[in-house]
């Protein structure tokens, strides 16, 4: 039986993360639901308190001081619950719910069918799908995986979706050390698996239905960020041919 721990990171979420959609989550699954609260400066923390209390055997709080951003709370919550040693699969998913829940359950049942695997969520536009993305987000978006694909070759349409899941022993990979990205930490989960040959175990999942939820904080000023975390990136990984 597969036990599943998702991380769901919360910064400043008090208006966005809505407490019916984590409660459909638990209720139409058997995951354990972690709400990290990343030193949150609102009343995030009493808003995730209200979430816990109906469901305190399988939702709980990380509740961080020090804001630190995505990448380390996801960083940290991930490194307690591999230490737990009680999970079969750790994942995470964004607070603002743009992956909708009926795409996650989706997501659980396609890795009950291959636990062995690692998954990951793909915003592509297909036919009958609604992937309703912000036209400079996915422009943004697709400059960055073209040229970091032409660097490591790591083969994935979509490394920044904010919905994976991955199997403890390859969790133990991709959260090995620290971040040195804090907006490409998605990439930097994928440049330590392929270093490790461990790309061959996972697969991209085309979500039918994800929507750009307002209030997200990417724009065009973090291009300049992103940049400098891209030239981080290949001057502190080596590039693995395969």
Not at 53 to 80: H, L, M, P, S, W
Not at 118 to 146: A, E, P, Q, S, W
Not at 209 to 222: A, F, I, M, Q
């Amino acid at each position: 039986m597969q036990k599943i721990a998702i991380i769901i990171p919360c910064y400043n979420e008090e208006k966005r993360i809505k407490k019916e959609l984590v409660v459909s989550l638990l209720a139409q699954s058997s995951v354990d639901v972690y709400l990290a609260n990343d030193g949150s400066t609102d009343n995030t923390i009493i808003v995730l308190e209200d979430i816990v209390k109906d469901f305190n055997e399988r939702c709980f709080i990380f509740n961080y001081k020090q804001n630190r951003g995505k990448a380390t709370t996801i960083y940290n919550a991930a490194n307690e619950l591999i230490s737990k040693d009680i999970y079969s699969h750790i994942g995470y998913f964004d607070a603002d719910f743009s992956t909708p829940v009926p795409e996650m359950l989706k997501m659980l049942k396609e890795l009950y069918r291959k636990p062995e695997f690692f998954i990951t969520g793909c915003r592509v536009k297909l036919l009958n799908t609604n992937i309703d993305r912000k036209l400079y987000r996915h422009i943004i978006g697709r400059i960055i995986v073209t040229l970091v694909n032409f660097r490591f070759k790591l083969g994935v349409y979509d490394t920044q979706c904010g919905a994976k899941i991955f199997p403890v022993s390859i969790a133990k990979t991709a959260f090995n050390k620290p971040f040195l990205t804090s907006w490409l930490f998605d990439m930097e989960i994928f440049i330590r698996l392929k270093n490790n040959d461990l790309m061959f175990n996972g697969r991209e999942f085309p979500l039918r239905n994800w929507t750009d939820v307002e209030g997200s904080k990417l724009g065009w000023k973090t291009a300049f960020k992103i940049l400098k975390e891209m030239y981080i990136l290949t001057t502190n990984y080596n590039v693995k041919v395969s």
